[in-house]
Each structure stands twice: as C-alpha cells, then as structure tokens.
C-alpha cells in the first residue's frame, strides 16, 4: 500500500490567469510543492500532478514527476478538488492507502509540517488531517444596518478571545478509501495547528503572490 502526493493544477484562473506557472522565486508556482514533495521521499512514495494544461505537463515532467491529464468535464471554475482525487485514483497503477493533497497555491510550507502532521496521522488512525491556524481577528454580522459581534465583546482585547480557527490548506492527508466513498474529510479528521507566518499564503490574486514573494525573499536572505 502506497502513499502519495497528489498536486491538482488546472488551467483556469479568473483572478490570476496562469498563476500554477507563474514564476515565483525563478521558479513556477507549481514546482514549489513538487520540491517540497520530493523532500519527504521516505514518506511518500510518488508524486503525481493532476492538470490539464500542457505547459503545467511539461513542467511536472521536466521535474521528474508522473501527471495525469484531467479531462475538460473536471477541469472548468465548478470542478472540484474530490472530482480531481478520484480521478487520479481512477487512474494510477499505484495501490494507494494515503493521499497527501499539496495545493500549488500554498507554495510555502514550514520544513517540518509534513513529516510531523503524518506522525499525528498515523499514530491516531485518522480518515484525514487538515492544517488549521488560529484567527486573532474580530469578526461579526451585519445585521439591520447594525455591526453586531460574533467573537467577542466591544472593548475585549484581541488575545482573550474565544479561540477560532481557519483552513489553511498548507496540507491535507486523506485515505484513499474516503475519497472512494466521495469524502474529501473524514468524520474523524484531525485539526492539524500551524503557527507559521506560511499558514497566511493562499494564492489567488496578484496581491497574495506579491506577499508570497515577499516572504520568500525574506526566508532566502
């Protein structure tokens, strides 16, 4: 039984056109979690892209990588990262048990992440892992033209307010057999903590890849 790493890179992007190849750091965007993949071969055991572009192909296999083509019915704005999995899954050789997910639009990960998320993972005999952060922000409703607060009390400080968290998505580990089953996450699913300036990283437009470079040229230098 295999684990692997599969990277979902599609075409489209509305906000950023071409963002998975855009070169960050010398680099396109998607090699980042290639490399960052390849870092932990004693974990996983392929790598392995999902796109439909070809210029995304060429680049995964000048990095060494398998890709699968993804077909235009699963690669349009409504497509879906499951409809993805199951299509790798559909399609690879590999008898798979694990599924790290790398989004490419999470190009920086702390060093140690996976390795450590996958010992929590497998010591607990989770369905799937997702990496959370926690939020300091002060959020609330809008209500009849009203600001009504939904965290905390007018006047509270920012560090005693109840603990909430986000999804990153610096990483997820999934069983294949929930993604058989159409489950991305599991009933049992760990809430892996990051607190890492990375956990902020999300590409989606020009401004979230203009503070990706920023700290990356602060981590290089």
Same mark, same amino acid.
């Given at each position: 039984m295999k684990t692997i790493a599969i990277i979902p890179a599609r075409s489209g992007s509305k906000r950023l056109p071409g963002k998975n190849k855009k070169l960050l750091g010398r680099v396109p965007l998607i090699v980042h979690s290639i490399k960052y993949a390849k870092q932990h071969g004693s %974990? %996983?055991?392929? !790598? !392995?892209? +999902?796109?439909? $572009?070809? $210029? %995304?192909? @060429?680049? &995964?296999? +000048?990095?060494?990588? #398998?890709? %699968? $083509?993804?077909? &235009?019915? !699963? @690669?349009? $704005? #409504? @497509? *879906? *990262?499951?409809?993805?999995?199951?299509?790798?899954l559909a399609n690879t050789k590999e008898d798979v048990e694990n599924i790290f997910l790398l989004q490419p639009t999470n190009p920086l990960r702390p060093e140690n992440l996976l390795e450590n998320a996958f010992k929590e993972f497998s010591k607990g005999k989770y369905e799937s892992l997702m990496t959370v952060s926690r939020s300091y922000q002060k959020f609330g409703r809008i209500r009849n033209n009203q600001f009504v607060p939904f965290n905390y009390k007018m006047g509270q400080r920012s560090q005693d307010l109840e603990p909430l968290y986000f999804e990153n998505g610096l990483l997820y580990i999934i069983k294949a057999s929930l993604i058989r089953q159409d489950k991305l996450l599991g009933e049992n699913n760990f809430p892996f903590i990051v607190d890492h300036l990375f956990s902020k990283v999300d590409i989606d437009e020009k401004e979230d890849f203009e503070y990706a470079e920023f700290l990356l040229n602060r981590t290089e230098n």
């Open positions: %974990i %996983i055991d392929k !790598i !392995i892209v +999902s796109t439909d $572009d070809t $210029d %995304i192909k @060429a680049i &995964a296999l +000048s990095e060494g990588v #398998e890709v %699968i $083509d993804r077909p &235009a019915e !699963i @690669a349009g $704005d #409504e @497509a *879906t *990262t499951l409809s993805a999995l199951q299509h790798v």
